[in-house]
């Protein structure tokens, strides 16, 4: 009798471990760099596959657009504000994988709304006049986790900017569609 109750102990801790809920962290923080920035970001959990990411940081650019035509290609590193949330659509597949979904490693789709505000560029050689904008831009992207505490992060993305450029002197204001292509390397604390 003894065996057959330790055996089925057994059988329901196995099981009850296999059926555990898939869902995002209650809250993760890190930082990530990648070709064209470096940011500080939190997720906040909303609901079992819904995260909101928040993060600020600096973009990396060289602006050639009608508002830079009289500078030599300004090198800039302008700060940026960020408020995504997203929702990880693969994380119930990937727990029944025996898969990692720690750190909110997954894939997602996400509605990342980003602003650079007008306040201060670093690295702005040709004293370019600073011109905000606003983007909004659904987008697609995994997150993969190496080892404890690094991830990488790739996403693309098309959706509206829409460029405050009064307020730097210019005529009008302007609105474009705007791409969102990333590829990440993070650290979680």
Known sequence: MKKVVLTLTLCALAIAAKSQTA??????????????????????????????RTEIGFDFGIWETTYYDDY?????????????PRFYYNLKKRVEDSKRIDG??????ALKMGYHPDSFVVFNTDDAPVVSDFSIIPTWGIRRNIGEHFNFE???GAGFS???????????NKAEMELNMHLRLGYKF
């Open 154 to 156: 790739a996403g693309i």
């Open 72 to 84: 030599d290609s300004p090198f800039l590193l302008t700060p940026v504000i960020v408020l995504e």
């Open 23 to 52: 869902s995002v962290e209650n809250s993760t923080f890190g930082i990530q760099t990648g070709v064209l920035g470096i940011w500080v970001y939190n997720e906040a959990k909303l609901s079992d596959a819904i995260a909101l």
């Open 104 to 109: 909110n490693s997954g894939n997602f789709i």
């Open 162 to 172: 829409y460029t405050f450029a009064e307020r730097a002197g210019y005529a009008e």
